[in-house]
């Protein structure tokens, strides 16, 4: 009975889900009617070519934008109408294309000051660091986690592009987060800083469950273990990797980049 209890606590469920999920600009529907699971520990890619309204997605789950119609599940709950910020008080977080940091202030500042507020801290957030150990002890976890402990005292400005996009994925797991929405996280990044970028996020732990847009399959491939294909707001195709680099209607979406799905 034991095991059985084991095996049902740790079987894997729904974190996140959209149920017919719609948004009309005008004439225009930008998603159509998509259903998407995303499951408790997952590394889940949304995948597909310009404009197949990947980033529209991610702003409807997040509250970015309203829907037309459908719901927003976030552990069984409707978070249709929450706004933003309520939503990543439920665990419901997100990372930008382009970074959004303060270049004045040090990775460690950073992640004090929202650790701080997670920790509910913040009016101490300006207080001298050392005042509150499990903050400091926190902060540190993050830095040596997304390997920016050598870069703890430089402004923010002056350290490499990919470990900005770093520091910005540790400010994202500060915010404690179920559910983590990258939304093409190696973007502008050095070729060879994608693979660590990427391995970090790939090893965080399993009680965060991530969501990555990206359009550099070869890194989807290695990330990811369950891919949806997105093709004009609507879902074409969700499946593992093999069977997502077999399936020609991707091939056929994919045409003049078919080489990058070939993973079988």
Not at 1 to 18: F, G, R, S
Not at 63 to 90: M, N, Q, Y
Request: glycine share 6%.
């Amino acid at each position: 009975m034991k095991a059985l209890k084991k095996e049902l606590v740790d079987k894997p469920h729904i974190v996140l889900e959209t149920q017919n999920l719609v948004k009309k600009f005008g004439g225009i529907t930008a998603t159509d009617h998509v259903n998407l699971q995303l499951m408790q520990g997952a590394r889940h890619a949304l995948i597909g070519p310009n404009g197949a309204g990947k980033t529209t997605l991610i702003n409807l789950m997040t509250g970015v934008l309203a829907s037309t119609s459908g719901k927003v599940i976030l552990e069984g709950s409707d978070i249709s109408k929450l706004e933003p910020h309520e939503r990543v008080k439920k665990g419901l977080v997100r990372t930008f294309q382009i970074n959004q940091l303060f270049d004045s202030m040090t990775p460690l500042e950073t992640l004090a000051m929202v650790v701080s507020q997670q920790s509910k801290q913040g009016a101490q957030s300006w207080y001298p660091l050392g005042q509150s150990l499990p903050v400091v002890e926190r902060c540190e976890e993050l830095l040596e986690l997304f390997r920016l402990t050598e870069f703890h005292q430089q402004k923010t400005a002056q350290i490499p592009y990919g470990k900005r996009r770093l520091l910005e994925m540790a400010i994202a797991l500060a915010c404690q987060p179920r559910v983590l929405l990258l939304d093409e996280p190696v973007a502008g990044v050095p070729s060879g800083e994608r693979e660590e970028l990427l391995h970090t996020v790939a090893s965080l732990p399993k009680e965060v469950s991530v969501l990555l847009i990206e359009h550099d399959m070869d890194l989807v491939f290695e990330f990811a273990n369950q891919i949806t294909v997105l093709v004009n707001g609507a879902v074409l195709t969700q499946g593992n990797p093999k069977e997502i680099s077999q399936d020609e209607r991707v091939r056929a979406v994919y045409l003049g980049h078919s080489e990058a799905l070939r993973h079988d």
